[in-house]
């Protein structure tokens, strides 16, 4: 599977953002999707995850409560929803895919990357 994010910008604290990951083959609904991203001279951390059937989610607990992930199995489509965005938020966002997975939390269990997408926030 091929992925693409985008819908990454420049935005001011407290303001909103939604990251859009398009998946390009086949049987899109057998992988687990998660964001994870990266700052600048950070190591990537992971943001938020899906379960395959879009039923559970999981968050890290700095954008707990502030972010949201979501998935269109019909579209091949995942989603991340971010409010209240904070200067720290800013980052390379990635999505990732992870076949029959689980809402991994380790960067390692995913297969496949998307290309990232730039999020600063201004303060």
């Known amino acids: 599977v091929q992925l693409q994010a985008s819908g990454g910008g420049l935005v001011q604290a407290g303001g909103s953002v939604r990251l859009s990951c398009a998946a390009s083959?086949?049987?899109?609904?057998?992988?687990?999707m998660g964001w994870f991203r990266q700052a600048p001279g950070k190591e990537r951390e992971f943001v938020a995850a899906i379960n395959r059937n879009g039923g559970s989610t999981d968050y890290a607990d700095s954008v707990k409560g502030r972010f949201t992930i979501s998935r269109d199995n019909t579209k091949n489509m995942v989603y991340l929803q971010m409010n209240s965005l904070k200067p720290e938020d800013t980052a390379v966002y990635y999505c990732?895919?992870?076949?029959?997975?689980?809402?991994?939390?380790?960067?390692?269990?995913?297969?496949?990357w998307g290309q990232g997408t730039q999020v600063t926030v201004s303060s």
């Open positions: 990732a895919a992870d076949y029959y997975g689980g809402k991994s939390r380790n960067e390692g269990s995913y297969d496949y």
């Open positions: 083959g086949p049987n899109f609904s057998r992988y687990a």
